[in-house]
């Protein structure tokens, strides 16, 4: 079994910035891929950003030049730097990771939620 455990989530005005961390732990080989999801209330939950192993990265367009993700392997830590933050980013952020077990079997975790609020 593995959690991921979010902090970071906050209020802000447009133009703002705000960092989410998210912290793995528990039965872990390696961790694949790891990335951000956002949810919109009345909306599906949509990816925002991910970084393999390798450390290459993917964005959603309305984040790139934005959001900034990265990933500290030896933390099992994958973070999200958001800067020049709009109204539409509020929605709740959830990280997940594709995870190897020490078993070798593999499954996908999703961490708790983090409310991110920018007022204009």
């Known amino acids: 079994q593995v959690q991921l455990v979010e902090s970071g989530g906050g209020s802000v005005q447009a133009g703002g910035s705000l960092r989410l961390s998210c912290a793995a732990s528990?039965?872990?080989?390696?961790?694949?891929?790891m990335g951000w999801w956002h949810q919109a209330p009345g909306k599906q939950r949509e990816l925002v950003a991910s970084?393999?192993?390798?450390?290459?990265?993917n964005y959603a367009d309305s984040v790139k030049g934005r959001f900034t993700i990265s990933r500290d392997n030896a933390a099992n830590t994958v973070y999200l730097q958001m800067n020049s933050l709009k109204p539409e980013d509020t929605a709740v952020y959830y990280c997940n990771a594709d995870v190897t077990h020490i078993s070798r079997s593999t499954s996908v975790y999703w961490g708790q939620g983090a409310q991110v609020t920018v007022s204009s």
């Open positions: 970084v393999n192993s390798g450390g290459r990265t």
């Open positions: 528990g039965s872990i080989f390696r961790i694949n891929s």
